[in-house]
């Protein structure tokens, strides 16, 4: 792409990002709460490419200028000054471009979403149970520094610690966009708290990481659900366990069925199961595009596949390996501890990479 090509998208993008701008004012796109907040996600998203091609604009009229003064300044000095200035601008426009290609690429529409996680136990036993318990803590440390809430919609403790099950939302900026990379089978290799014999054990948990649904993404019709009321089960004392407050959920058309009992209220146990029902009839609709994009991109392997083992916790060598992209790190306690967006932000470099090559190719 050329750069009067490049100039010309970007201004046509600028137009469009005005356009929207006009639009959310007017009183029919007001009283349209349905479009009025897809213009708002629209308006937001164009922003950065918009600020992008403002600074574009301002560094070529840079080096316009520069250039005019090396051809027509007599003065040496300044025609020095400004060769200098121009190397240092055109290694900021190739920089640009660079940034600004990235910015022009399809951006998956779910990435601005809150994210449902499920950590769920898998081969180890007990051990495994320990694990997923660990792993929730990391995500909470990573949340906590990430300014993200999170809210438990229901678990299942293990017998002797960790979870054998534990679905939460995290709510926040952007949340899905970098959770998603957490979707698969993750590894550790440690002594477990139950064995005495000081062997290394190897354990697993499982992890799905989905894109909240909200009532614009799924229409939820109450005649295709069938709701039973039932007493709670496990601790939580006699409120729970001798009101109607659990509720579960069976969506007739596709057999899914969601069971909510945390809550000592029917009404948030209600709520909390629709939430959960309208992300899994959502992600039905969601596979296919990941299933799509996992075919062609080997780096986000958890999208496509998510009983891909994606990365291992060594704890007798203090080493996390991500064997998506074959980082390894020795600084397993800062990184259960919530210290992950280094990996993170190495698939995501990592990915981009393979979509400008698709892109641009």
Known sequence: MTENDLLQKLEDIHQRWLQIGEEITQPDVVSDMKRFIKLNKDYKDLQAVVDAYKKYKNIIGNIANAKDVIANEKDEDFRAMAKEELDGLLVEKEKTEEDIRLLLLPKDPQDGKNAQVEIRAGTGGDEASIFAGDLFRMYQHFCDRKGWKIEIISMTEGTVGGYKEIVFLVSGEGVYGLMKYESGVHRVQRVPQTEQQGRVHTSAASVVVLPEADEFDVELKMSDIRKDTYCASGPGGQCVNTTYSAVRLTHIPSGIV????????????????????????????????????????????????????????????????????????????????????????????????????????
């Not at 992300?279 to 062609?296: C, G, H, M, V, W």
């Not at 080493?319 to 397993?332: C, F, K, Q, S």
């Not at 210290?339 to 993170?344: H, K, N, R």
């Open 258 to 361: 969601v069971a909510i009992q945390d809550e000592k209220n029917q009404i948030r146990n209600l709520e909390k199961a629709m939430s959960v029902l309208r992300t899994r009839l959502f992600e039905r609709e969601y596979q296919k595009y990941l299933d799509e994009i996992a075919s062609k991109r080997k780096t986000m392997v958890s999208t496509g596949d998510r009983s891909a083992k994606i990365r291992t916790y060594n704890y007798p060598q203090n080493r996390v390996t991500d064997h998506r992209i074959n980082l390894t790190m020795y600084n397993l306690i800062g990184f259960m501890n919530g210290d992950i967006e280094e990996t993170i932000e190495a698939l995501q470099v990592a990915e981009n990479a393979e979509r400008l090559k698709e892109a641009y190719a």
